[in-house]
């Protein structure tokens, strides 16, 4: 299973049985590259959150009230 998460957003995919097609063409080199691995997935699944400006707003909020709050302590 392979999971990827994008925590500024909530998104969450999950790929369910996955298998790798081949070994990625790999070339030593003096500089070093992308190597790329290519696979398939018999099921994926999509959550997708949102970029919701209220609730960053309101962490950035809470985060500045925290700070202020041991500054002044």
């Known amino acids: 299973m392979i999971v990827i998460r994008n925590k500024v957003s909530g998104d969450i995919t999950t790929a369910r049985s996955c298998a790798f097609q081949k070994q990625p063409d790999h070339a030593n080199a003096k500089v070093g590259n992308t190597v790329s691995w290519v696979f398939d997935a018999g ?3 999509q959550l997708l959150g949102s970029f ?4 960053l707003k309101l962490r950035a ?8 709050t041991f500054s002044s302590s």
């Open 61 to 68: 909020l809470t985060t500045a009230q925290r700070n202020s």
């Open 52 to 55: 919701n400006r209220w609730n």
């Open 43 to 45: 099921k994926i699944d």
